[in-house]
Each structure stands twice: as C-alpha cells, then as structure tokens.
C-alpha cells in the first residue's frame, strides 16, 4: 500500500513566507503616509541658506538660544506638572472609593469621563470664561490652565485608574488591609497605589502630553504656552518652525518609549491576577 | 485567647433574601468550630459579620463578653483567612506577614523575627523573599494564613480558604491548620462547605441551613446522631426509609413489611405516627446467604457495585427503595449486579426522626 503524505514537504515548509504583493504594497502606502511628511519636516528644520551657508543646525540652535522658547517650554511643563499632580489628587481617592464603596456609580464616571470628548474645547472655554472673569487672582495667572486641563485629562487618567483597580481583587485587599489593623488611608497608600503604579504613570504620562500639547485654550486666555510659541514662530520663520516640531516629536517619542519601558517594568496584568 | 459569642444574628438582604435567622452560636476559648452548610445558607455572612465586614440587622456579637459590633473591622484584633488569594500583589511573603506589624508601628527588628517565625511554622521558611506570583496557591494560603496570626489576634477566622486548592494540597493544609491552632491554641472559626474538612480538624461542627443552626456538636456526634432531617442528609451519605411507629415503648417501626427495632436514639415519636429512618451506608450489612431469619434483615437484589477503593458502594433495591451499603471491596469482590442480598441493618445505628 502506497504512503499518504499529509501536508506540503518539509522543505516548503522551512522556506519563508512571500506576503502577496498587494500586502506589501499597502503597508508601503501607509507608511508613507505617516513618514513622508516626518522626513519633509525634519528636511525642511536642515533646509535654506544662512550667510550663504547650508543652515544645518542653525534652526537648532537658534529655537535653543530664544529666551521665548525656554521660558514657554518651561511653561508648559510646570502646568502639566501641576495638571498631573491635581488630577492624580483628585482621581484616585474618587476611583479608589467608587470602585471600594459606590461600585453603582461606576456607570455615571463612565459617562462623566467621556463629556470632555463630547464637548469641544472652544465651547467649554467661552464658558468658562465667565465664570473665571470675577476671580481676577486666578484667571490672570496661568495655573488656571492647570485646573482646565484636569477636565481634558479626566478621560484618560480616569480610564487608565479605572482598568488598573479593575485589575486587581480590591475588596478583598481591602479587607484583608482591615483585618491587618489598616485605615482606609493605609490601604490606598500602602496596598493600592503600588498595585496602580502603571496605571498612574500611563494616566499622567497622558496628562502631560495634554498639558504640553493644548493650544486653543492658552492662546484664548492669552498664555504664551509651548504651542502658542510654536504656532507664533511659524507665522514668522518657518525652518524655526519646523526644527521647533521635530524637538516637540522627540519629546513625544520618549515620552512614548517610557510608557512602553515602564509598562514592561511594571507588574503586569496577568502577574497581579495570579495572585487573586 | 477570646471567647465568642453570636447571640440572635439577623442578616437580611435586598430582594427580602434572609441570610441569617436568628442564629445563636458560642465558641469557647481556644476552640476549633466550623460552620458547615450549603451554599447560601449564611455561614460566611455570619463569619463577616464577626469580622466586622458586614452589620447585622439584629443580634449582637460578643467577644470575651464585650460588645463588639461598633468596631470597625481594623479594631477588632481578629486574624482572617479569605477564599480568594488575599495577599498584596507588591509585597514579598515576609512583608505581607510583617503588614500588620508595620501598622502597629512595632520595631523592623521584631517585625522581621515574628514574619519569619511565622513563616517557618507555615512551612514557608525557605520563600521569605518571594512575590504572590511566584507562590503556588497552597503557599498563598499559608502566607496568608501566617499574616493572620502575625498580630497575635484574638480570634482566627477562616472563610473557606481550602476551597481554591487541589484536593491533595486541601488534605495536607487542613492538617496544619489544625496543628497550628493547636499549637497556638487560638480561638478559630472555620467556614466550609465540606464536610469531610469541617469532621476531620473540628472540635465542634455547626451545621448551617437557611440563616439557621440546625445542630452544634462534636464532628462524631453531627454525623452519627443527626437530629434533623437536614444534618442527617447534608453531613455524609445517609439511606432515608419512610416507615410507621408500631409501638414507642418496645421502639418498633414498621417499615414495608419488616418491622424493625430502633436502637438507643431518642425516641419520643408516638404509635402510629410517620417517621423517617436514617441509616449510613457503612452501618448497611449485606449477606448473601438468604434465611431470612434476623429480625432486622431485608431482601433484595443488588443494583449497583461501585469501587471506592477501601470501601464498596453497593445500591440494593430492597423493595422498599434503593438503599446504599458501603462493604470492604473484599467482600464486594463476590457480588454481581441482580443478586440476591439480605440487608442486615444495624439496630442500633438507626436514627428516627419525625417525617417532614
């Protein structure tokens, strides 16, 4: 009786695998679409002619030795430092304490969460406005920036806290805390917060590129903001402008590898319940 | 070590389901009691309610006969135990057990000596530094157990903390439990669902049903003298024959067409009143030989021959019902399904209780 062989030869089955052309062809596509324009702007922060000179880094080194653009980089930062630290004061106790003690309201701070999506913020600033206008000490200084931008940041510190406590078993840590002799303040300080701490640092991560990212709202109130400056240079010079985009895309990207790094040197989702 | 009290606890829920019902129970200092019962019949809303997680409608809970109900649960000095792995994700075995220390501000010296006395009665002497993840369940379980005792609590309480594990891993924990709350001599409060845990590390057994105590008594007491039709069917396996008083002073039942005498049980039911008759499996005799000469003997024929290994569950149809009789798997070597069988029935073993 003859062999069945089932399957395609051993050799075929070592070589590699061709995707199809138009696979290829359409990761081509899309990937031009996001890096052509990066390349062109990159380019064009190297591009035209200073003294007669290729410019080089001269658009560099000018963004760096403008007083303007250190004073609002430093702007932006201290208010998204001051963004993360009020939203993190506000939402964690408020997560902690749905998630322990009012779970039925979990379904309103879903709702509550997503309304700074649902409302643009021109109009949530031509309403604010009023309300700021009386309080003179706090709408003339750019903190006030900090307090709006909680409400922005609402739906992704929110969200990110909200996955992170639904990861681990936090009844009955808590109880177990309790039966230990512990406060409520002892159990949040002690035994919740390092179980959030990946949730924490990619909600506020995501704060800050809020923070640094605003522009319609501090141009409004009249706040040379890091975007404000970057939206004035391009009226003016535009190489400045874009080697001043390139530094911002930098600073997105490491942003963006720390979230990656500290996703994977924190406890993951699958560790925490594993000890459930 | 404490002495508890539950004196008239009412618990109920929304959607009018009654968790607790009047429930009365006492646990003397240093015992071992284990509240045994089905799924939802309250014994672990009665065990929260001690621990100070849930409140009572009514009663009161008492411990070395104080008062203990308007304590939160962070005051009340008792060591828990729960079902599901209960450990703190970020913290080493050691620092899980050191937890209650730190809260109570004692030395890191002493902290450190007590989690790893602890931790080494446990068994866990050599897994002081590992995380949650890296434990197995069963090791879970005795951190967790490690860090109830770390305090020197009053009271021990343990809301089925076997329940997760593997049968062989449950068998071995038990056993250290017990010698453990021996050593230590703690008062303890046990909650399980398992009989066979509750009978073997139990100094007393309270059988739950429906928010009720239905029976408190040592582990041989529950389960050989039943006084309820509940006890009697949910603690071990049990034969149920419907039968007739024939006289209360000679203790005679008629059951079918057999009249047979009850052994030395309570026997307050009057002639001519229905009663049911318990009788375990192991106390079912079987011969093969038919003279139908005792007094206590059935005919039937064998239905079912299971192996259980030491023992042999063999099903007879004696007319009356199926009955089940547990006999060496020697013995049952010899039987074959449809043979005929006299059931012997230990007199003595019989329990009556008044038909439902």
């Known amino acids: 009786m003859a062999a069945v062989t089932v399957g395609p030869p051993p050799a075929r089955r070592r070589g590699r695998r061709h995707l199809p052309v138009w696979h290829v062809l359409w990761i081509i596509v899309a990937g031009a679409y996001f890096l052509v324009p990066i390349i062109s702007l990159v380019q064009f922060s190297f591009g035209g002619l200073v003294n007669g000179h290729s410019a080089g880094f001269h658009w560099y080194a000018t963004v760096f030795a403008d007083p303007n653009f250190r004073s609002s980089f430093w702007l932006s930062v201290q208010i998204a430092i001051e963004t993360v630290v009020l939203s993190n004061l506000l939402l964690i106790p408020t997560t902690f304490w749905i998630h322990l003690r009012l779970p039925r309201l979990r379904p309103v701070m879903d709702f509550v969460s997503v309304l700074p999506f649902v409302v643009p913020p021109i109009v949530l600033i031509v309403g604010l406005i009023p309300f700021l206008t009386p309080f003179t000490f706090l709408y003339s200084r750019p903190e006030v920036l900090a307090f709006i931008y909680v409400v922005f940041a609402l739906p992704f510190l929110y969200r990110s806290l909200d996955a992170g406590l639904r990861a681990i078993n936090l009844r009955t840590l808590a109880e177990a805390s309790a039966n230990c002799g512990g406060s409520t303040w002892s159990t949040l300080v002690r035994v919740v917060l390092p179980n959030l701490r990946s949730a924490v640092i990619v909600g506020s991560f995501l704060t800050v590129a809020i923070a640094m990212g605003e522009f319609t709202i501090s141009s409004l109130l009249s706040f040379n903001t890091f975007p404000v400056y970057l939206f004035n240079i391009g009226q003016t010079t535009g190489n400045e402008a874009a080697a001043l985009s390139v530094i911002s895309l930098l600073l997105t990207w490491a942003l963006m590898v720390s979230l990656y790094l500290v996703g994977r040197g924190g406890r993951t989702t699958a560790q925490v319940a594993a000890t459930r | ?356």
């Open chain 2, 1 to 356: 070590m404490a002495r508890i009290e539950l004196r008239g606890l009412h618990k109920q829920f929304g959607g009018g389901v009654v968790a607790l019902d009047r429930l009365d129970l006492e646990v003397a200092s240093g015992e071992f009691v284990s509240l045994l019962g089905p799924s939802g019949c309250g014994k672990t809303t009665a065990l929260r309610i001690v621990a100070g997680f849930e409140y009572p409608d009514e009663g009161e809970v008492l411990v070395d006969g104080a008062d203990v109900l308007h304590l939160p649960a962070s005051r009340r000095n008792m060591g828990m135990v729960f079902q599901s792995y209960s450990l703190f994700p970020n913290m080493s075995a050691k620092s899980n057990v050191e937890y209650p220390l730190r809260i109570r501000r004692q030395p890191r010296a002493e902290r450190d000596r007590r989690a790893r006395d602890l931790l080494g009665l446990v068994g866990l002497a050599k897994q002081v530094d590992r995380y949650p993840h890296q434990l197995s369940g069963g090791q879970q379980q005795r951190v967790a157990l490690a860090r109830a005792l770390a305090h020197e609590p009053g009271v021990l309480l343990l809301d089925e903390p076997l329940s997760a594990l593997d049968a062989k891993v449950r068998v071995q924990l038990r056993e250290e439990v017990r010698r453990i709350q021996l050593e230590l001599g703690i008062t303890t409060l046990y909650v399980t669902h398992d009989q066979e845990e509750a009978l073997s590390i139990s100094d007393r057994v309270a059988v739950m049903s429906e928010g009720r105590v239905e029976q408190v008594g040592t582990p041989a007491e529950v389960y050989v003298r039943p006084r309820t039709a509940f006890v009697a069917s949910f603690v071990g396996t049990v034969n149920r024959l419907e039968a007739r008083v024939v006289s209360s002073v000679e203790r005679t039942v008629r059951c079918g067409e057999v009249v047979l005498t009850v052994g030395a049980d309570v026997f307050d039911h009057s002639d001519g009143t229905s009663v049911a008759l318990y009788l375990r499996p192991e106390d079912v005799g079987l011969r093969t030989t038919l003279n139908g000469d005792g007094d206590n003997g059935l005919p039937g024929r064998v239905r079912s021959v299971t192996f259980l290994g030491p023992v042999t569950r063999v099903g007879v149809d004696c007319g009356l019902g199926a009955l089940v009789a547990d006999v060496s798997s020697e013995t049952a070597l010899g039987l074959s399904l449809d043979q005929p069988v006299s059931v012997v029935v230990d007199s003595a073993r019989l329990r009556t209780i008044a038909a439902g």
